[in-house]
């Protein structure tokens, strides 16, 4: 052996073959190297031999490695001296799913821990956030209610505001006289008469033909007559006609001959359909006639501050003594009362011969807006029932770091809902998804899908938006369990209602699974996109 | 955030940053290097109790120095220069008498089986080696690094890396001819 190896030239170092079988051992040797190797090997028995030793050593080396494992209570040392925690024996656990020493989250307790921690951090910010949110959305809805009543006060106000602009007038078909720019003046009014008298109602006839029917009723301020004060109400179809035979037998022998239900068809200046309805005074009859001839009327148009012009005027029925009567119309969403600030009259009619002889319209007054119309078909509808297909959209990885990022379109869950308040429900459910859930099995991580679940349901409806419809924008948030797990479900969802108790459901969620196999928990999370149909009833 | 796909360079920027960070930083280091340093420790130190101080002080001074602004360019050069430095400094200051291979006497076990018992044969051999070789030795066999990573780490060329850690396997292997010459005798019967 030569002392001075360590610094003999590499050429001459390499051509000791047993040198080369070290080198190659370690993985060290170049094709030259090795080339001179299996060449010595191939005609040296007792390098052979020494190869063969080698290999004993290198592999006794190995195995040794194996052992050497710092202990779990220097590992919590370590740990504890930086402030992280005590460490557990579990790490053998990950090391034997894992296949790598060392390796997996279950090394120490803080990791350990975390995701526990997590999901409790998440649950309560989770519910927190929702909890601001949904205050801050109850605080914007009431600030929007305060705007709107705000509003409504200063339209009130401004009425006093003269109008002299007068809409186009249109004869009815049937009467060959048309007078335009026929006003209203105060002294065509029996003040007295319709003061005493004041009470009109009204209703859209679209919402007759539904569960419930909007009615306006309004009067004039005691104390300022200038102010005509304005209430909403909701009768259901069946009150409205009873309202109308009440009304029918008390006016029986006073009610004008001439009071008609007409169809009025209007249009946006901008051309787009719309509808406009008239509606008759109220109970007093013939004596809303005033001298000129001119029946008074209170006119409903869909749209705020647009103007319109009278197409059609249809009468449908003459000399019908009704006092509550809708006119055969189109759907109309928003409804505007329009009326004559200085007058006080929303139009007015003139009647020849007991026919409608001229309509004048004031489009351009002050308006009272409704927006609360179309949410009203909801007031009797207190259950849904709910079916939603849900398909994922991406797994997260679990604790044990696997995932599965397969797909599932076979997924399926039923909700049953209860209405608590205009904008919230709560319900229960029962879902069934594909879930990529790792089960312990002696000491291996074992793939299973599927999960059953039955859980509360809270959905909270923050922002209606009156598209193409009904379309509502929900939280909905599922708190629920399995056989060995926890469910938490968190999403957005749409909901766009073509009829009154049909919905179409579209959202996404998300959704995180706590489970506990044998002891240890185990968290996944996954992205759902859903869809499906309720009814409502 | 999965720790386990982060790159050495970007866990030791993440030391300095905010405690959580770090430490789950921290957490992946350990499980990555842990046990190659304990084997260090264990080879280079005889004594369990001081492996096992300069173990953890190894990794507490790792997590210090992550979190101060000390910049570590190599996580892996730096954490075994860390344990280097320690046992050398050990060393120093408790000089390790030589066993001198004339005295030295392997000691066979009755009935152990022969990977366990080479494996223990090997750990006493090693302790004939001189510091360099030994050192060479256990950071090439134990720790797993390249001949280039080991240069690298002793900031010495790699033919010398090569060269000790030759010598130190034929110095092994030198030693424990005689248990393998034992073995091709029992074969032999």
């Known amino acids: 052996m030569n002392d001075n190896f360590e610094y003999l030239s590499e050429m001459e170092r390499s051509l000791d073959p047993l040198d080369l079988a070290f080198l190659f051992l370690d993985g060290e040797a170049n094709d030259i190297e090795k080339q001179v190797l299996f060449e010595a090997l191939s005609n040296d028995v007792n390098l052979q031999n020494d190869f063969q030793e080698a290999i004993a050593m290198k592999y006794a080396v190995i195995e040794d490695v194996k052992d050497l494992t710092p202990p779990v209570g220097l590992t919590n040392a370590v740990y504890s001296s930086i402030g992280i925690g005590a460490a557990t024996t579990v790490s053998n656990l990950a090391n034997n799913f894992s296949g790598n020493y060392f390796t997996g989250l279950f090394n120490s307790a803080s990791s350990f821990l975390s995701p526990i921690y997590m999901v409790i951090t998440s649950f309560i910010l989770g519910s927190l956030i929702s909890y601001f949110l949904i205050q801050n959305i109850d605080n914007n809805q009431n600030q929007n209610n305060q705007s709107n009543q705000n509003k409504q006060n200063n339209q009130y106000n401004q009425k006093l505001i003269p109008i002299t602009k007068i809409s186009e007038t249109k004869n009815i078909s049937n009467i060959d006289t048309i007078k335009t720019n026929n006003l209203i003046q105060n002294n065509d009014i029996d003040e007295q008469k319709l003061s005493q008298k004041g009470n009109f109602q009204n209703l859209t006839n679209e919402k007759i033909k539904n569960e419930l029917v909007e009615v306006y009723q309004y009067k004039r301020n005691k104390l300022n007559p200038e102010i005509i004060e304005i209430d909403t109400l909701y009768y259901t179809k069946e009150k409205v006609n009873k309202l109308r035979e009440e009304q029918k037998k008390l006016h029986k022998n006073d009610i004008a001959s001439n009071v008609y239900k007409s169809k009025i068809t209007t249009s946006k200046i901008d051309s787009t359909n719309s509808t406009m309805i008239v509606l008759n005074n109220g109970v007093n009859g013939k004596n809303n006639i005033n001298n000129n001839n001119k029946y008074i009327m209170p006119i409903l148009t869909p749209n705020e501050n647009i103007d319109y012009k009278i197409q059609t005027i249809t009468p449908i029925e003459t000399n019908e003594k009704m006092n509550i009567m809708p006119f055969e119309n189109s759907i109309f969403n928003k409804n505007m009362l329009k009326y004559d600030s200085t007058n006080k009259i929303l139009s007015e009619t003139t009647i020849e011969n007991g026919q409608i002889s001229k309509i004048v319209i004031q489009p351009e007054n002050i308006t009272v807006e409704n927006t609360k119309l179309e949410n009203m078909q909801n007031v009797s509808q207190n259950y849904e029932i709910k079916i939603n297909t849900i398909n994922t959209l991406n797994y997260f990885q679990n604790m044990s770091e696997k995932s599965d990022n397969t797909s599932s379109f076979n997924n399926l869950q039923g909700t049953i809902l209860y209405k608590i308040s205009e904008n919230q429900k709560v319900g229960l459910s029962i879902g069934n998804e594909d879930y990529p859930r790792y089960v312990q099995l002696n000491s291996e991580f074992i793939l299973t899908n599927g999960l059953t679940y039955y859980g509360g349901v809270y959905n909270y409806n923050f922002l209606d938006i009156n598209l193409a419809g009904n379309i509502k924008t929900n939280i909905n948030l599922l708190l629920g369990m399995s056989s060995n797990s926890l469910v938490n479900k968190s999403g957005i969802e749409i909901n766009w209602k073509p009829d009154s108790k049909l919905t179409i459901n579209f959202g996404v969620e998300s959704l995180l699974n706590v489970a506990n196999f044998n002891n240890a928990y185990e968290y996944t999370g996954k992205m759902n996109l859903f869809y499906g149909v309720s009814y409502s009833f | ?189």
């Open chain 2, 1 to 189: 955030m999965n720790f386990k796909t982060l790159t050495d360079k970007e866990l030791v920027e993440l030391l300095s940053l905010k405690e959580d960070l770090a430490k789950s930083a921290f957490n992946e280091i350990y499980l990555r290097y842990s046990k190659k340093i304990f084997a260090y420790c264990k080879k280079s130190i005889k004594d369990n109790k001081i492996a096992e101080d300069i173990f953890q002080e190894t990794f507490v001074n790792l997590y210090n120095v992550g979190r101060s602004d000390v910049r570590i360019e190599n996580l892996q050069t730096y954490i075994f220069r860390i344990v280097r430095n320690l046992c050398l400094n050990y060393k120093r200051d408790n000089t390790q008498e030589f066993i001198e291979i004339e005295e030295f006497h392997l000691t066979f076990d009755e009935d152990p089986t022969q990977v366990k018992e080479l494996s223990s044969l090997i750990n006493q051999a090693i302790e004939m080696l001189n510091d360099e070789h030994k050192e060479a030795f256990i950071l090439q066999t134990y720790q797993e690094l390249s001949y280039n990573e080991i240069a690298e780490l002793l900031q010495i060329p790699v033919t010398t890396v090569r060269n000790r850690i030759v010598r130190a396997k034929r110095k092994l292997k030198e030693i424990l001819t005689p248990y393998f010459e034992n073995k091709k005798f029992e074969e032999g019967k």
